[in-house]
């Protein structure tokens, strides 16, 4: 992929992950009538669904935060140590806490039983790709480790995606909140993942022809 191209993709990415995070730092001031939890008003006190909901914040905006450093070869090998502890906090981030409490979640997910299937499958498929990225890189298979890497940060960044497309749809679908909700629960990480098994492949498909022409 052109450098050009590349660093486009990382600056806008890294932006959006930033304005999230920013955003959701409001959340910190534990209040329960902020943003989302407006909505949630009539679960915003269950004993499970709101410890559930702060542990998957907090770990979410380290998760969304740290990802985007962890991609940069010159951050990689010039500051080693920063990247492995980076590493660790991201992945038991997810394997700890952000994915088991998104599966909580996911049964209280506004737009009934396809908005939780949705939620649900996307814990799961957030809690194994970054299970196999560990595993990887324990068997220093680097580039299998960043293959997976990028899957795992493609579901962190469904949180992102989320908000872009819930106003995007709703220029399209009128009076349907309902089928906004589903679709994005859904459109949110596939969309990431599509994105992600692209740029897998072109990366796969590059380093067969050098291998080819050397």
Request: aromatic share 14%; charged share 15%.
């Amino acid at each position: 992929m052109n450098q050009g191209i590349t660093w486009t993709i990382w600056g806008l990415m890294t932006a959006l992950a930033l304005v999230l995070f920013l955003v959701t730092a409001e959340y910190l001031t534990f209040r329960p009538d902020v943003n989302f939890l407006l909505v949630k008003q009539d679960i915003v006190n269950d004993t499970l669904w709101r410890p559930a909901f702060y542990v998957h914040v907090i770990s979410g905006m380290a998760v969304i935060l740290i990802g985007p450093f962890q991609f940069l070869k010159w951050f990689r090998h010039k500051f080693i140590k920063w990247h492995r502890l980076g590493g660790k906090i991201y992945a038991y981030g997810i394997l700890v806490l952000a994915a088991p409490s998104g599966l909580i979640m996911a049964f209280y997910a506004e737009g009934g039983i396809w908005s939780t299937v949705a939620f649900l499958v996307m814990s799961i498929l957030w809690f194994v790709t970054t299970l196999m990225a560990v595993l990887k890189i324990r068997q220093r298979k680097t580039e299998e480790h960043r293959v997976w890497m990028m899957r795992s940060y493609a579901l962190s960044f469904a949180a992102v995606t989320l908000r872009l497309l819930v106003p995007l749809l709703s220029l399209y679908i009128h009076n349907n909140d309902d089928l906004i909700t589903v679709s994005t629960a859904w459109l949110s990480w596939l969309l990431n993942l599509l994105v992600a098994e692209g740029m897998i492949f072109a990366m796969q498909r590059r380093t067969n022809k050098l291998k080819i022409t050397t």
